[in-house]
């Protein structure tokens, strides 16, 4: 079994785990440190006897475990139970690329992705992992993470995010999406009205930008960071 990081090994017992924490926290630590390394690769999807086999390396209710896992949303898999696979990167992954200690390669997965609020969900997902504060919902905290001074790009020279299903994506940041969102902001006195009823009537007459749009803007804003749409 392979040495687990201390806030992890608290929980083993002669290396292995026996029953998951009860604290909803540590037992998502536990989680991420499983899937980690029961599923290496991203995106990579294993049988279900696989899965459980490689679990069993590990814990003494592999079964259980694999159950937990996809109940704290760390590892997913079909409806049919056939296949698993992770998206999640954890705080226990080195995603720097081999041969270039300043490239970050991170994934999107589109297929959570169902509106403006999952997206910024998925971000922080993927992007926040170990840190203990999120990302807000709003394209200027995007743009900010981008900058890669907080969160899984900090300090790299180049990153690529590889963002998975974004057709799916697309559609959902697409028209409706924008414009319930720009509805929200004149709801809303915070926010500037004006601006706002003008790019709700820009959207309406076909004149707007998409939600989804506007993201790809702001990656386009920085050089040092490759989106690849799958």
Do not use: C
């Amino acid at each position: 079994m392979p040495s687990a990081p201390a806030d992890v090994n608290r929980f083993l017992h002669d290396g292995r785990l026996v029953t998951m924490p009860r604290r909803r926290e540590h037992r998502r630590t536990v989680a991420r440190w499983l899937a980690h390394v029961a599923l290496p690769a991203l995106l990579d999807t294993v049988g279900e006897r696989e899965l459980t086999d490689r679990l069993a390396a590990l814990a003494d209710d592999p079964v259980g475990v694999r159950r937990a896992l996809v109940d704290l949303g760390v590892v997913h898999r079909t409806r049919d139970g056939a296949e698993y696979w992770r998206t999640e990167v954890t705080e226990f992954d080195d995603v720097g690329s081999a041969g270039d200690a300043g490239h970050v390669t991170l994934h999107l997965d589109g297929a959570r992705v169902d509106s403006i609020a999952t997206f910024y969900d998925e971000l922080n997902r993927v992007f926040m992992a170990g840190e203990d504060w999120r990302l807000g919902p709003s394209l200027d905290a995007l743009d900010d993470l981008l900058h890669g001074g907080f969160g899984a790009a900090h300090g790299a020279d180049r990153v690529t995010v590889v963002w998975h299903g974004f057709a799916r994506s697309r559609d959902a940041l697409g028209f409706a999406a924008t414009r319930e969102h720009y509805r929200a902001k004149l709801a809303d006195p915070h926010f500037d009205a004006a601006l706002f009823r003008r790019r709700l009537d820009d959207l309406e007459a076909g004149r707007g930008k998409t939600y989804a749009e506007l993201v790809l803007e702001v990656f386009a804003d920085h050089p040092d960071v490759q989106l690849l749409l799958r």
